[in-house]
C-alpha cells in the first residue's frame, strides 16, 4: 500500500499502523495519536520526505521482525523517543533525516539484537535524553556514522 501527500492527524490511536504489510509513506505529514506510525509483527515501512511530530509516546515505533527505513524526513517533537526499536529483530535504517527536539531519545534502540540498524548523515541534536541509545545486547549491528549530535 501506498500513502502519498496527505495530512493524517489522530486523537488517540496509531496515526498510521502496519501490522505484517508493506507501506510507502511518501510526502506525507502525520501528527498526533499514541504513535505517529506503529510497525507491528513483520510489518514492512518505507518513510519517505515526511513529517511525523507531536505524538504522545513514540513518533516511530518499530515492532519485532519489522523493517523500517526512514529517508528524508522529520520527526520531531514527541512526547518519548523519535524513532523506538524494543523488540528482538527489527531492522532499521535511517539516513538525510532530522531526529530532533524530542522528549526522550532520538533514536532508541534496546532489544533489537540480530536486526540490522544503519544511522547515518542524520540532524539528531536538541533531543531531551540525547541523540542514539543503543542497548548492549545489539550493539554488534548496528552502525552510526557521521550525524550531527
Known sequence: MRLSKLMVKSAGCPAIAAQAAMLVVEDCYVSGGRCGIEVLGGGDVT?????????????????????????????????EHGICAEQGQADVFVTRSRVSYNGGVGVYLDGA???????????????????????????????????LT
Open 47 to 79: 518513510l519517505r520526505r515526511s513529517v511525523v511530530c507531536r505524538s504522545r509516546c513514540h513518533g516511530v515505533s518499530i515492532g519485532a521482525r519489522s523493517r523500517l527505513v526512514v529517508e528524508s524526513c522529520s520527526i520531531f517533537e514527541n512526547s
Open 113 to 147: 539484537a540480530g536486526g540490522q540498524v544503519s544511522i547515518n548523515d542524520n540532524d539528531l541534536r536538541n533531543n531531551a535524553k540525547g541523540s542514539v541509545h543503543v542497548a548492549p545486547v545489539c550493539q554488534g549491528s548496528v552502525t552510526v556514522g557521521s550525524n
